[in-house]
């Protein structure tokens, strides 16, 4: 599986993103496709993850009411949308697959597959 990540950008505080992961080869073998960031300095955190099946989502606490994960099994493709950035947002996003049914799909340790990472920066 190969994932490619974009839609990233440099917006204003209180603007918006749409970020896509399009996902090729085997992906009748993915099981879900998560979101996860990096900040400078900072370790990486999960953002979002959506069962490709499914279509189940999931969302880290602190970014809920701001951001929505969909996909689109046609295209074999993942957005994120996020509304409301803040300068805290700025990082670095990838979008990453799992094979197997994991319980834990905020742990970036059990993901299968990554794609390069897209720049958010959001000023202040």
């Known amino acids: 599986v190969q994932l490619q990540a974009s839609g990233g950008g440099l917006v204003q505080a209180g603007g918006s993103l749409r970020l896509s992961c399009a996902a090729s080869?085997?992906?009748?073998?993915?099981?879900?496709v998560g979101w996860f960031r990096r900040a400078p300095g900072k370790h990486r955190e999960f953002v979002s993850a959506?069962?490709?099946?499914?279509?189940?989502?999931h969302y880290v606490e602190s970014m809920k009411g701001r951001i929505a994960i969909s996909r689109d099994n046609v295209k074999n493709t993942v957005l994120l949308q996020m509304n409301g950035l803040k300068p805290e947002d700025t990082a670095v996003y990838y979008c990453?697959?799992?094979?197997?049914?994991?319980?834990?799909?905020?742990?970036?340790?059990?993901?299968?597959?990554w794609g390069l990472g897209t720049q958010v920066t959001v000023s202040s």
């Open positions: 990453a697959a799992v094979r197997t049914e994991i319980g834990l799909l905020l742990a970036s340790n059990l993901y299968d597959y």
């Open positions: 959506i069962e490709w099946r499914s279509g189940a989502s």
């Open positions: 080869g085997r992906t009748d073998s993915i099981y879900a």
